[in-house]
């Protein structure tokens, strides 16, 4: 997953909890956060009604 920016690598750890996959999928995506001591973040988005 070394290709893979900090930023890519949260918003796919993200994303893929928002879709509900794979448990086992997002579990990689977390051990690869943690090696590389990254935490998610959630952005605060405009509403825009």
């Known amino acids: 997953m070394a290709l893979l920016s900090?930023?890519?690598?949260?918003?796919?750890?993200l994303q893929a909890i928002r879709l509900?996959?794979?448990e086992?999928?997002?579990?990689l995506l977390l051990a690869e956060m943690k090696r590389r001591r990254l935490r998610p973040t959630v952005?605060?988005?405009p509403v825009i009604n």
């Open 6 to 13: 900090d930023e890519l690598l949260v918003d796919s750890y």
């Open 20 to 22: 509900r996959l794979d």
């Open 24 to 27: 086992e999928f997002i579990a």
């Open 43 to 45: 952005r605060h988005l």
